[in-house]
């Protein structure tokens, strides 16, 4: 399960094995067939040519020694019968006998035979080498004797190590210690009685260089059997107590059930194989190591497998290649699209070619255009959301002040005040100007100091008995922007719900200072009547809640201004600013206002 999941969890993982299943694995498997199938081929190549050798040894082994047994037909001569079936011959006819066995020689050109004897029943015979002779044992002793008169149409091939002739009948010995000999029976030409027998001596090199010249691979070699799996003939080199094939072992191949096997029963697996010699009756064994004989083939899996290997190199590489072409494109798209994700609208891609890819990004270009664009466009809407709620807030507190303001008016004109009616009609006259400016909703801290100003000269002419004012408003403030009639709201509610019920003359002072945190700060404190905690409580509530407090008639029920300039404040400037107002219950209440110094819009 975890392998799957981290297959699923990348697009170049997924690839890769996409890579691995499709070029890889099927790479792989045809270069374990090709091996397969090579190392067939090459070890079938290698031992037909390893056996053809040894057939070729064979072949050349039955014509030498088919030249050789021409030599036979001199016992065909009449001279040798009648040496062979009477007693009696002169110097000459023994002369005769040599001079034939000598043109024998000159015309067949056989250097490699050593000896021509000829002996008969009563073991008088006549030889290249010694030439007359008598035997002190009777012939028919030796069992090749006894077997050829038993037998008198085979021919038999003597190895060396029974020696030649002569050594075994009468001590006669050359100077070559290995001889071959070739023997068989002399036969009278009309009763085919056995007469005699004829023997030939050749010298063993001929099959000895072949031995010891003739090898396979670089540790191989031939060597020569008997037809009951002796060895005859081994190589020079060989070490003396070598481990060779036991006739045991070759008994299979012998009796022609098979031409070869792999004997694996010591140390690393032999090659051997056979071919016989029909002259002879001795077989020619090749015996070598298996690795020798497969070189080739091991050649030829080393090539596979660097190909192989080459071939996984190069399809790795060039999924990585291909895989990057791919997914890197895809990062950066992903990139990108996590920045704006996070906000970040001008993350845009750079596309290149043509591909679906491509497309992918100039398609996440547009659509953060179009996002942008809706931004934009929903900002701008905001804003004149904001400015039409702004706008209604203030058309919500300028009838309510209009109203309490021309109720003065009336009031001192009733009374014959008409200087002081003259008086407010002029504060107001100014204050509208101010309210009014422009249709701008922010004016400078010193222009709303002002229309406060000009507020509380209006309500000192109603309530000059209750009503005393200060106003103290650092002069550092004067370059900062704030809502208009930010104040003023608060003001009368501390006239018509502080002063005003306390029926006696109260103080309402306004401050101004920049706090320690560099924030704006502007307190109106009042000494009225205060509030209950439970009332300061509900007014708190409305505060936070953004509920707004209940209204009855023309009277402001005790929240309705702080209300106002709390959302008007807050629709600009954030939730983390406003208002904040502490009571105590006939002692007073002091509203704060809290605002960052920054610059405002029209």
Not at 32 to 51: E, G, H, P
Not at 89 to 112: P, W
Request: glycine share 6%; net charge neutral; aromatic share 8%.
């Amino acid at each position: 399960m975890r392998l799957i999941r981290w297959i699923s969890s990348s697009l170049q993982i997924k690839l890769l094995t996409m890579f691995i299943i499709l070029t890889c694995i099927p790479l792989i498997a045809v270069g374990l067939i090709s091996y397969q199938k090579s190392f067939k081929t090459v070890f079938d190549n290698s031992k037909a040519a390893a056996m053809l050798s040894a057939d070729q040894l064979a072949r050349d082994l039955d014509t030498q020694f088919i030249d050789t047994r021409k030599l036979l037909e001199i016992s065909q001569n009449a001279q040798v019968l009648h040496f062979l079936f009477s007693q009696e011959d002169t110097y000459e006819d023994t002369k005769q006998i040599l001079r034939t066995m000598d043109s024998y020689r000159q015309t067949y050109k056989y250097d490699s035979v050593l000896n021509i004897t000829m002996v008969n029943l009563y073991g008088r015979g006549i030889s290249e080498r010694k030439g007359l002779f008598q035997l002190e044992k009777n012939p028919l002793r030796n069992s090749h004797f006894t077997y050829l008169t038993n037998h008198p149409d085979e021919v038999l091939m003597i190895p060396p190590s029974e020696a030649s002739l002569l050594d075994r009948i009468d001590g006669f010995q050359y100077n070559r210690t290995n001889v071959i000999s070739i023997m068989a029976a002399v036969k009278q030409q009309i009763t085919h009685e056995v007469i005699g027998f004829i023997a030939i001596d050749l010298d063993d090199k001929v099959v000895k260089q072949f031995c010891d010249n003739v090898t396979i691979g670089e540790t191989g070699f031939y060597f020569v059997v008997d037809a009951a799996g002796q060895p005859i003939f081994t190589p020079s080199t060989l070490k003396e107590h070598a481990k060779l094939p036991s006739p045991a072992d070759l008994s299979h191949m012998l009796n022609g059930a098979d031409t070869n096997y792999i004997d694996s029963s010591e140390g690393k697996p032999k090659f051997v194989y056979m071919s016989p010699s029909r002259m002879t009756g001795w077989s020619i064994v090749g015996y070598v190591p298996l690795q020798e004989i497969v070189e080739e083939a091991n050649s030829i899996r080393q090539l596979i497998i660097i190909t192989v290997v080459l071939s996984f190199i190069f399809a790795v590489s060039l999924h990585f290649f291909i895989s990057y072409r791919l997914t890197h494109p895809l990062h950066l798209l992903k990139s990108k699209m996590q920045l704006a994700a996070s906000g970040y609208l001008e993350a845009k891609v750079t596309p290149k070619g043509n591909d679906e890819i491509a497309l992918l990004g100039n398609s996440f270009n547009t659509m953060l255009s179009k996002i942008r664009e809706l931004l934009d466009q929903s900002i701008k809407e905001q804003e004149e959301i904001k400015k039409a709620e702004l706008r209604a807030l203030q058309a919500q507190i300028n009838p309510h002040f209009l109203y309490n303001t021309l109720d003065s008016i009336v009031w001192m004109a009733e009374a014959g005040k008409n200087h002081q009616v003259i008086q407010l009609v002029q504060s107001l006259s100014k204050l509208f100007r101010i309210s009014l400016s422009k249709g701008r909703d922010w004016i400078m801290i010193h222009k709303e100091v002002e229309h406060v100003h000009s507020y509380l000269v209006i309500q000192q002419m109603r309530y000059r008995d209750i009503l005393e004012y200060e106003i103290d408003v650092d002069d550092r403030l004067k370059p900062y922007p704030i809502l208009k009639m930010t104040l003023q709201p608060i003001v009368e509610n501390a006239l018509y719900h502080g002063l005003k019920n306390k029926r006696r003359k109260g103080l309402i002072r306004i401050a101004g200072r920049i706090a320690d945190n560099g924030e704006m700060m502007i307190v109106v404190e009042d000494d009225g009547i205060g509030m209950s905690p439970e009332k300061l409580e509900q007014t708190r509530h409305y505060l936070s809640n953004k509920q707004l407090p209940e209204q009855t008639g023309n009277e402001v029920s005790g929240g309705f201004g702080l209300h106002n300039v709390q959302q008007r404040i807050q629709l600009y400037y954030g939730s983390n600013y406003g208002v904040s107002i502490d009571s105590v219950q006939n002692e007073g209440t002091k509203v704060s206002i809290r605002i960052p110094l920054t610059g405002g819009y029209g």
